[in-house]
């Protein structure tokens, strides 16, 4: 069985501007959920978490 590993640095503050941690750039609801999201679910947030960083 695979688990995908948590984004999470340890650098928690959410941005109130755009809602997503300026550590793991995770909303509040994927960070809470995270560990009972699939594996899927998890790679579908890995997958958006590159286009919240800010350039």
């Given at each position: 069985?695979t688990?995908?590993?948590?984004?999470?640095?340890n650098f928690?503050?959410?941005?109130?501007?755009?809602?997503?941690?300026r550590?793991?750039y995770?909303?509040?609801?994927?960070?809470?959920?995270?560990?009972?999201?699939?594996?899927a679910?998890?790679?579908?947030?890995?997958?958006?978490?590159?286009?919240?960083?800010?350039?």
């Open positions: 069985m688990t995908v590993p948590s984004p999470c640095n928690c503050e959410i941005d109130p501007q755009n809602g997503y941690c550590g793991c995770r909303t509040l609801t994927e960070i809470t959920s995270w560990s009972v999201m699939t594996d679910e998890k790679l579908e947030v890995y997958a958006h978490l590159s286009e919240r960083r800010p350039q």
